[in-house]
């Protein structure tokens, strides 16, 4: 964050239109987070007024409660309603010596986002349901609490339930438990601990089915929150004109949910890149933002000179990498390039020049014809 050393106006684009009502905007300075001021959103913009900083971040407020509690109501338990979670959290009756102030806050999960996976791969996703996170603390021990959902939820005999909790947040620290829920008039109540850790239930039919799958169930409930990322690699190629000694090549990393790639990726082919193969894109992989895929090259087709390209994965962010290809060897101009994230092969194409040049050419002989 460079170029300006007073406070300023802002407008933050996104892609699509806020899927909660309330946003926010911090700027990290000095060591201290400082937050935005006269936040408006309008569509998929937010216009918000911030401080000179080193970091500037966009977030969704969560609804949270806090309560203060003296002994008398310790004794007798409180129920605080989150009506904008649909649920509510109880405190059971407590025998604290003192006055205790409780915070409840929910983390809304992206229901469009759970959505468009579960339309998109049913088998993979389709009986995986993952409620609101629900955090809880105090400033007196209590060892347990009860979360309400109200959404008319139904037990089922094939329904299994877990609790994903965490502290941090990271790929790394969660916990799963397997848990048996009450219901009562429709809705479910499971408990809840008062330890500051965020807790989501997940609920999946047939959970037997999901042990053959190559992700897992931390990796379904990842995906689904955000986490990580279903994607696709898209390779597609152009010849500029009159260079038939140069192909230049690019790799699109594409979150494979709620729309076909062709449509993420028609602005390419708006501007003539093509597929070396119809329909060739890779398989399915998860990715973590922040991942890195490497692309390496073999045989006589390559890169004429700078380190090897990669491709950094940003979620609903542009993720692609391009890369002007020479022909090495005149003699037999043959190569293959792979798409490597750590230690596995996400994708290899293979590079035949002779192929790459006669397929552009009838191309774009077909595109004259066309006109």
């Not at 983390?107 to 959505?115: G, N, V």
Request: charged letters at 25%; glycine letters at 8%; proline letters at 4%.
């Amino acid at each position: 964050m460079e170029g300006f050393k007073s406070p300023v106006k802002i407008c933050v684009d996104n892609h699509s239109e806020f899927i909660k009502s309330k946003v926010g905007g911090k700027v990290f300075r000095q060591g201290l987070w400082v937050s935005a001021r006269d936040v408006v959103i309008e569509g998929n913009q937010v216009f918000m007024i911030i401080e000179p900083g080193e970091l500037f971040i966009v977030y969704y407020e969560f609804p949270k409660r806090k309560k203060k509690m003296s002994k008398e109501e310790m004794k007798r338990g409180l129920t605080i309603p989150i009506p904008e979670a649909h649920c509510s959290v109880t405190v059971p009756p407590s025998d604290v010596g003192r006055d205790v102030t409780i915070m409840c806050k929910i983390h809304m999960t992206d229901e469009t986002r759970i959505k468009e996976y579960k339309e998109e791969h049913p088998n993979e996703y389709g009986d995986v349901a993952v409620l609101d996170g629900v955090q809880m603390k105090s400033n007196a021990e209590i060892n347990k609490g009860f979360v309400e959902f109200q959404r008319g939820s139904q037990q089922h005999q094939n329904t299994k339930y877990f609790c994903f909790k965490t502290s941090g947040f990271g790929l790394n620290d969660w916990e799963c438990n397997k848990v048996e829920p009450e219901f009562q008039n429709h809705n479910m109540m499971f408990q809840l601990s008062g330890d500051d850790k965020v807790s989501y239930i997940v609920a999946i039919d047939n959970v037997e089915s999901k042990k053959n799958k190559s992700s897992g169930i931390l990796d379904l409930f990842l995906t689904l929150l955000g986490f990580k990322a279903q994607c696709k690699l898209l390779t597609l190629y152009k010849v500029p004109e009159e260079q038939d000694n140069t192909i230049n090549l690019c790799v699109l990393c594409i979150e494979s949910k709620g729309s076909d790639l062709s449509d993420q990726a028609s602005r390419y082919f708006m501007n003539n890149w093509i597929q070396i193969e119809e329909q060739d894109e890779s398989s399915d992989f998860l990715i973590t933002p922040g991942d890195v895929i490497r692309l390496g090259f073999s045989g006589n087709v390559g890169p004429k000179e700078g380190n090897p390209p990669v491709i950094t994965f940003i979620k609903k962010g542009s993720c692609f990498s391009r890369v002007e290809l020479h022909c090495l060897d005149n003699k037999y101009p043959k190569g293959c390039v792979q798409m490597n994230l750590n230690e596995n092969t996400l994708d290899s194409k293979q590079l035949d020049w002779k192929y790459l040049l006669g397929k552009w050419k009838r191309k774009k002989t077909l595109k004259v014809l066309l006109n």
